[in-house]
Nanobody
């Protein structure tokens, strides 16, 4: 069993900052790519940021220059630093990881989501 738990979602004013964390635990042999996605009601889930095991990153155009994804491999944790938040950033944010389990099964694992609300 492998699980991801997100934390850090909150209510924040436009222009504010927030840092999300996602910690993986369970029967993990290794973790490959990790990413952050978001979804608002009635809209499709979209990729926000992605990071490889070696630290390579890519971002959605809408968040480039404002968000930074990082990871701590020793802690099996991925972070999303969000600055200059806008109203349209409001969504439930989910983390995802490609995990090789201790049984050598490759799993795509999702967290439960954490709500970010940007409002004045």
């Amino acid at each position: 069993q492998v699980q991801l738990v997100e934390s850090g979602g909150d209510l924040v004013q436009p222009g504010g900052s927030l840092r999300l964390s996602c910690a993986a635990s369970g029967s993990i042999f290794s973790i490959y790519d990790m990413g952050w996605y978001r979804q608002a009601p009635g809209k499709q889930r979209e990729l926000v940021a992605h990071i490889t095991s070696s630290g390579g990153t890519n971002y959605a155009d809408s968040v480039k220059g404002r968000f930074t994804i990082s990871r701590d491999n020793a802690k099996n944790t991925v972070y999303l630093q969000m600055n200059s938040l806008k109203l349209e950033d409001t969504a439930v944010y989910y983390c995802n990881a490609g995990v090789l389990s201790t049984t050598r099964a490759y799993l795509s694992v999702w967290g439960q989501g954490t709500l970010v609300t940007v409002s004045s």
